[in-house]
Nanobody, 120 residues
Framework: QVQLVESGGGLVQPGGSLRLSCAASGSFRSINTMGWYRQAPGKQREVVATITRDGSTNYADSVKGRFTMSRDNAKNTVYLQMNSLKPEDTAVYYC??????????????WGQGTQVTVSS
């Protein structure tokens, strides 16, 4: 019903940058909050950043000042610009999209994940 396509992950050296993208497609009445989450080996999934429909953002303390989240509502796409990357940023990054269906149901969909590896 709703498909999410993630891109932008890869291998980068400490201090480098990556930009993740997540595009949603399908049938829904609206997209509400969108988010980026990550999960490192042996750790629980944690929220990295969220953005509301009107563009209000929240960031995990660990990424504040380094990551910037944005969205393009016309393209149903969310982005995560990651600068000054650290080895501890290494994780699988997942996007989430909260949607309201045409039947007024609220649902959350998840992307397949993209690997971000920060290493020398």
């Amino acid at each position: 019903q709703v498909q999410l396509v993630e891109s932008g992950g890869g291998l980068v050296q400490p201090g480098g940058s990556l930009r993740l993208s997540c595009a949603a497609s399908g049938s829904f009445r609206s997209i509400n909050t969108m988010g980026w989450y990550r999960q490192a080996p042996g750790k629980q999934r944690e929220v990295v950043a969220t953005i509301t429909r009107d563009g209000s953002t929240n960031y995990a303390d660990s990424v504040k000042g380094r990551f910037t989240m944005s969205r393009d509502n016309a393209k149903n796409t969310v982005y995560l610009q990651m600068n000054s990357l650290k080895p501890e940023d290494t994780a699988v990054y997942y996007c989430s999209v909260d949607i309201t269906t045409f039947f007024w149901e609220n649902r959350r969909y998840w992307g397949q994940g993209t690997q971000v590896t920060v290493s020398s």
